[in-house]
């Protein structure tokens, strides 16, 4: 009996199979398109520019030797493919939505398949994609509108890949196991936080895999494990000889951007350990915006799960003991990338984590509804309450968090355009013109109200962005007025120079005499 059913399902389609999935867990997509609105229904009806954007906006696709050069081929080709090379703000924001709710739905039906189908909760299948897209690192990684749909639709294709090789490991073609190949690559190639994501999706499925298909991931469990490692390790160095190849298709020196971030050999070995260790203890207690209890929850239940009657277990399944290795494994994974780099890595750079707790979460959930049903007769009433509850966990811990930031952007954008207009209209009477150079020195930063919190990005300026590199400030700044069509040239080394001689003796903004002209040479001085 069990033959025949499993005949039948290597021979459905997959439309057929998607469209099982959808009926089976139609709350659920209702529910993800609900939180879809209000995690980013703020960024889409209330544009404002990003850092980053600006500069992409002026330069076009020159911007792309940088990606080529720090091996992001794969978030190059997407934008081709896509015809958005050329990127449009406001529009790019309009399609990482989209591409949300299309990652969403895959991840759902990835972990629906990996389970067997229907032997899940469809209830609960909403929490993976809602808690990953609401955390602050994915809602950082998304006000990049330089990148934001390709990464949001690299997650599609992540989800993809691991779909195809795990369609491979259980049933077979080879053809599968190419096409995942592939995608592996161009996800890796579209932004690096990726590929610590992967890792942790693959030992994540291998923990589904085992908790719901026990007869047929028991037998093999370290044949799966192998092969799981093997294509990872292949997506891996393709990417990475590819990336190479494609530098010196282009003539493109290999960037800096990734390697300045290794702080191994370049900081005393107790600095690098004390900073690992604070950057473990802020993420699992939650001392920062940026993380909430929610990987200290996840890892808490998921270890709970495997040690639960560990005698009885161990007893009826010959590998638990390696279940639960793979558990520790699957809970230090988000940690390997901060290992690798000697320090804490950008907040829009740590997706493992909020993909850990995610997956945990809904893990933990799954058994405990399953259990509550079993074991209560008032099995509905505890599923409507876990909903609930989950629900406003997340309203208050992610999602309320998340609109703070975004109209804290939002704020700082429309204080930025009034200061801009100033400024402007100052060089204006000044005599500027598109051959004047300007020179922006010092910084100036957003008045907060009570309502507004600064991320990492997020409600910052324009105006302080990059202080510690001389210059960098002043680039962004013109290039952000060139984007509102206010076109100046920029200083070269020798006016910067002279620029500095002459803001010594300068008051700052927005005093008399802040904004000053020597030749063809306007130097705006906005803070000491």
């Known amino acids: 009996m069990e033959t025949h059913h499993n005949s039948e399902l290597h ?23 609900v939180m879809i609105f209000l995690t980013y229904g703020f960024m889409l ?17 020159g911007f792309c030797d940088g990606w080529l050069g720090i091996n992001r081929y794969g978030l190059v080709f997407t934008k081709w493919l896509t015809g958005v090379l050329s990127i449009v703000p406001g529009f790019a924001t309009m399609l990482m ?103 942790s999706a693959s030992l994540g499925s291998f923990l589904l895999g085992y908790q719901y298909r026990t007869d047929q991931v028991e037998s093999r469990v370290f044949p799966i494990s192998i092969k799981l490692g093997a294509v990872f390790l292949c997506d891996y160095v393709i990417y990475t000889l590819l990336g190479k190849l494609m530098m010196f298709l282009a003539g493109v020196q290999a960037g800096s951007y990734t390697d300045n971030m290794i702080q191994w050999g370049k900081k005393p070995l107790g600095e690098i350990l004390i900073s690992l260790k604070t950057y473990v203890y802020d993420v699992v207690l939650a001392r920062s915006l940026f993380w909430n209890r929610g990987y200290l929850l996840a890892a808490a239940g998921l270890l709970l799960m495997a040690f639960w009657k560990l005698k009885r277990k161990t007893t009826e399944r010959r590998f638990y003991p390696y279940y ?3 558990t520790f494994v699957f809970l230090a994974s988000p940690f390997f990338l901060p290992i690798l780099l000697g320090s ?8 493992a984590l909020p993909f850990a707790a995610a997956f945990g979460i809904q893990m933990i959930t799954e058994r405990f509804l399953e259990n509550g049903e079993r ?41 930025e355009n009034a200061l801009t207009q100033r400024l402007v209209e100052q060089v204006a009477v000044l005599g500027g013109s598109e051959e004047t150079t300007v020179a922006i020195l010092g ?37 952000y007025w060139s984007v509102l069509g206010y076109r100046y040239q920029h200083p070269d080394e020798t006016q910067w120079k002279t ?30």
């Open 324 to 326: 639960i290795f793979v």
């Open 45 to 61: 009806f209330h544009f404002s520019f990003s850092i980053d954007t600006e500069a992409i906006v002026v330069l076009q696709t």
């Open 344 to 351: 804490a890595p950008a907040v829009r750079g740590q997706l």
């Open 97 to 199: 939505t989209a591409a949300t709710l299309g990652y969403s739905l895959a991840w759902m039906y990835v972990f629906w398949w990996i389970k067997g189908k229907e032997k899940g909760r469809p209830g609960a299948s909403w929490l993976f994609p809602v808690l990953f897209f609401s955390s602050v690192p994915m809602v950082e990684l998304t006000n990049f509108q330089c990148l934001s749909f390709e990464a949001a639709f690299a997650m599609l294709i992540c989800a993809a890949a691991l779909l195809l090789e795990w369609q491979w490991i259980l049933e077979g073609k080879t053809l599968r196991l190419l096409f995942s190949i592939l995608l592996g690559v161009w996800c890796f190639a579209s932004y690096q936080a990726f590929v610590p994501v992967y890792i």
């Open 443 to 479: 910084k100036w930063s957003p008045v907060c109200n009570p309502s507004m919190i600064q991320g990492e990005t997020l409600g910052h300026s324009f105006y302080e962005w990059d202080q510690e590199i001389p210059g960098c400030t002043c680039q962004r700044v013109l290039n």
């Open 11 to 33: 021979s459905e389609s997959f439309a057929e199979s998607f469209s099982q999935f959808c009926k089976y867990n139609k709350i659920s997509i209702y529910l993800v398109l």
């Open 375 to 415: 074991l209560s007769e008032h099995g509905r009433s505890i599923r409507l309450a876990a909903w609930g509850l989950l629900f406003l966990l997340i309203l208050r811990g992610n999602i309320v968090k998340d609109n703070r930031l975004l109209y804290s952007e939002y704020v700082v954008r429309q204080q």
């Open 499 to 528: 620029a500095e001689n002459l803001a010594e003796q300068m008051p700052s903004w927005p005093r008399q005499g802040s904004v000053f002209r020597e030749g063809n040479l306007i130097v705006i001085k906005m803070s000491e």
